[in-house]
T-cell receptor, first 115, second 114 residues
Framework: GAGVSQSPSNKVTEKGKDVELRCDPI?????LYWYRQSLGQGLEFLIY????????KSGLPSDRFSAERTGGSVSTLTIQRTQQEDSAVYLC?????????????FGAGTRLSVL | GENVEQHPSTLSVQEGDSAVIKCTYS??????FPWYKQELGKGPQLIID?????GEKKDQRIAVTLNKTAKHFSLHITETQPEDSAVYFC?????????????FGKGTKLSVKP
């Protein structure tokens, strides 16, 4: 596609349920980033992939969060046993390659609401 | 780790006036500084970026300045228009780092009044 695609655009779930958020990066982009944007806050880095590898998972808020990427393309962010504090907009970005200085292109995000 | 502070959090200007948003960073190793514009319901969009070997960069009505000694950089928008109304984020990263994740400021909500 022309840009980074994220689905669903909105997700409402009940506390304790698991959710999966999907990101489809720009074709040919080897690096993929997940960020979280809470109300009135900046973007908080969660995890990045270079190809299918995630060298640094230290940004994930808790062990309830996990992510994977297959085929060097689509990525899934999974949140298990969701809590109300997980409510936020989850943004995905891709760039041609990892490393500082490479422009990151963002998707429109998934707005997660945990009731 | 890197920390980016952004001011002001909100800014209201009259159409045609200039707007300035300022950011400071803490890690002297940071050398790539992009600015993103986020409209309601959309993802952030890159509007301009600057690297540490340059002190100023301009693109039509938008300019960014960088002072590496003081560790601060600013976004300048001249002749503002209502369509400039949005939330603007500054960010920093280490150009030489293999990771490249951006550290963002908390954003500035710009309102341009016609």
């Amino acid at each position: 596609g022309a840009g980074v695609s994220q689905s669903p655009s909105n997700k409402v779930t009940e506390k304790g349920k698991d959710v999966e958020l999907r990101c489809d990066p720009i074709s040919g982009h080897t690096a993929l980033y997940w960020y979280r944007q809470s109300l009135g806050q900046g973007l908080e880095f969660l995890i990045y992939f270079q190809g299918n590898s995630a060298p640094d998972k230290s940004g994930l808020p808790s062990d309830r969060f996990s992510a994977e990427r297959t085929g060097g393309s689509v990525s899934t962010l999974t949140i298990q046993r969701t809590q109300q504090e997980d409510s936020a907009v989850y943004l995905c970005a891709s760039s041609l390659r990892s490393g500082g200085g490479n422009i990151q292109y963002f998707g429109a995000g998934t707005r997660l609401s945990v009731l | 780790g890197e920390n980016v502070e952004q001011h002001p959090s909100t800014l209201s200007v009259q159409e045609g006036d200039s707007a300035v948003i300022k950011c400071t960073y803490s890690d002297s190793a940071s050398n790539y500084f992009p600015w993103y514009k986020q409209e309601l319901g959309k993802g952030p969009q890159l509007i301009i970026d600057i690297r540490s070997n340059v002190g100023e960069k301009k693109d039509q009505r938008i300019a960014v300045t960088l002072n590496k000694t003081a560790k601060h950089f600013s976004l300048h928008i001249t002749e503002t228009q209502p369509e400039d109304s949005a939330v603007y984020f500054c960010a920093a990263s280490n150009h030489g780092g293999s990771q490249g994740n951006l550290i963002f400021g908390k954003g500035t909500k710009l309102s341009v009044k016609p």
